[in-house]
């Protein structure tokens, strides 16, 4: 299973920017989706969660901002960003909890990060 993150780049203060995840190989389910962030000199936080019921969850600096959503025909999990400061600059990390059989665990996996840069 491969997690596979694009979307990121630089963007001006004020601006938006939608962040994709599409998750690859052989998955049965998707438990749950996440986006995480890390800033330099940071520790990683979670910016959005989403429940496969559909229930989500957005870290406090996000809150009203920023919207995940997910398109379960393409295993794909998106991150829209609006309203950007130059503080959401960080490495943004795509999170998912799957099985990859039924009767499987559900396990972990993560993105390979893409950087966001907003500008002042």
């Known amino acids: 299973v491969q997690l596979q993150t694009s979307g990121g780049g630089l963007v001006q203060a004020g601006g938006s920017l939608t962040l994709s995840c599409v998750a690859s190989?052989?998955?049965?389910?998707?438990?749950?989706v996440a986006w995480y962030r890390q800033a330099p000199g940071k520790q990683r936080e979670l910016v959005a969660h989403?429940?496969?019921?559909?229930?989500?969850k957005y870290g406090d600096p996000v809150q009203g901002r920023f919207a995940i959503s997910r398109d379960n025909a393409k295993n794909t999990v998106y991150l829209q960003m609006n309203s950007l400061k130059p503080e959401d600059t960080a490495v943004y990390y795509c999170y998912s909890e799957l099985r990859k059989y039924f009767g499987d665990y559900s396990l972990a996996y993560w993105g390979q990060g893409t950087l966001v840069t907003v500008s002042s």
């Open positions: 190989g052989s998955i049965f389910s998707i438990d749950a």
């Open positions: 989403m429940r496969s019921g559909g229930d989500r």
